[in-house]
Every structure is written in structure tokens, then in C-alpha cells.
């Protein structure tokens, strides 16, 4: 099982990472150098787009597998504390906004092209959202660590062997 915590850890990480800075790197590098380039501009966003739009939808996946499993593997750690749940919840209602914005612009509906014509500003809303997600994680995993769960010999203990113990 700790293989599994690790390869899950490793997963939500790396994506993270690859969908954070992939939409840092949108947003602050291509976008400014492409502004006034026309049409070619068009022809190298719209690559683009077809690109980053795969990653996108495979990173949402990633996210909900990795971050539903180690929340059910860290959530019997945290039971009665009522901080680290709020903050938990917090942290993946914001994920699940980022996630719909991050769909709205890179999908095709008509309906969010305003939202597309105005991309700068949404990777940057998403890049601030995803800015709280850490900060929250990084708060919750510090600060409000696990409880230890009992030794399981403490567990199998039987009266006879306390009373031994004690008359030691």
C-alpha cells in the first residue's frame, strides 16, 4: 500500500505541476509574445489550444484519481478534525472551479468564447485559485498533520499481560 501512497503523492504532484505551469507559462509567456502578431498569432494559439487541450482533460482525471484516493487514505487520520475537513472540502471545491474554468477555455462551445477572447484574464483567475489550492494544502499538510494511528500490539494486549507488566 505505501508504494501505492507514493505513486498517488508522485501523481497529484507532477500534475499539479505540468497544469500549473503549463497555464503559467500561457499566460505570462506565449500570450504577451503573440499579442499584436495577427494572424499568425491565430495559426500558433489554435495549435496550441489542440495541444494543451489534451493535457487539460488528462490532468482533471489525474487530479480526481490521485486527490480522491489519498483523501480516503488520509481522512481515518483526521477523524473528529473539523479544520482539516473544512479546509480539505475548501481546497477541492476551489480544484473543481479550476477544473471548469480550465475546461471552458480550452473546449468549444460558443457560448464561453468571450471567456476564450479574454484568456489572460481567466489563466490568470485559475493561476491565483490554484495559488489558494497550495497555499491551503500546505497549511493543512504542516499544521494539522495526521494523528498516529495506535501500534497494533497495543491493541492486542490482554489484562493478564498489563498486570504482568506491572508487577515488573
Given at each position: 500500500?505505501?508504494y501505492?501512497?507514493?505513486l498517488?503523492?508522485?501523481?497529484?504532484?507532477g500534475?499539479?505541476i505540468?497544469?500549473?505551469?503549463g497555464g503559467?507559462?500561457?499566460?505570462?509567456?506565449?500570450?504577451?509574445a503573440?499579442?499584436?502578431k495577427?494572424d499568425a498569432a491565430?495559426?500558433?494559439?489554435?495549435?496550441?489550444?489542440?495541444?494543451?487541450?489534451?493535457?487539460v482533460?488528462?490532468?482533471?482525471?489525474l487530479?480526481?484519481l490521485?486527490g480522491?484516493?489519498?483523501y480516503f487514505r488520509?481522512?481515518s487520520g483526521?477523524?473528529g478534525?473539523t479544520?482539516?475537513?473544512?479546509?480539505?472540502?475548501t481546497?477541492?471545491?476551489?480544484?473543481f472551479?479550476?477544473f471548469y474554468?480550465?475546461?471552458?477555455?480550452v473546449?468549444?462551445s460558443?457560448?464561453?468564447?468571450?471567456?476564450?477572447?479574454?484568456q489572460?484574464?481567466?489563466?490568470g483567475?485559475?493561476?491565483?485559485?490554484?495559488?489558494?489550492v497550495v497555499?491551503?494544502s500546505?497549511?493543512?499538510?504542516?499544521?494539522?498533520?495526521?494523528?498516529?494511528k495506535?501500534?497494533?500490539?497495543a491493541?492486542?494486549?490482554?489484562?493478564?499481560?498489563?498486570?504482568?507488566?506491572?508487577?515488573?
Open positions: 500500500m505505501e501505492l501512497d507514493v498517488s503523492r508522485w501523481t497529484h504532484v500534475t499539479a505540468v497544469i500549473v505551469g503559467f507559462f500561457i499566460r505570462f509567456v506565449l500570450l504577451p503573440v499579442a499584436n495577427g491565430a495559426d500558433i494559439k489554435a495549435e496550441i489550444h489542440q495541444r494543451w487541450k489534451k493535457f482533460h488528462a490532468g482533471i482525471g487530479f480526481l490521485s480522491f484516493y489519498n488520509l481522512m483526521h477523524k478534525d479544520l482539516w475537513h473544512i479546509l480539505i472540502g481546497k477541492i471545491l476551489v480544484a472551479v479550476i474554468l480550465l475546461s471552458v477555455l473546449g468549444r460558443a457560448k464561453f468564447d468571450a471567456m476564450r477572447q479574454r489572460d484574464v481567466w489563466l483567475r485559475v493561476l491565483l485559485l490554484a495559488a489558494v497555499g491551503i500546505g497549511y493543512a499538510k504542516v499544521n494539522l498533520p495526521a494523528r498516529p495506535p501500534p497494533a500490539a491493541a492486542m494486549e490482554t489484562p493478564e499481560a498489563t498486570l504482568g507488566e506491572a508487577a515488573k
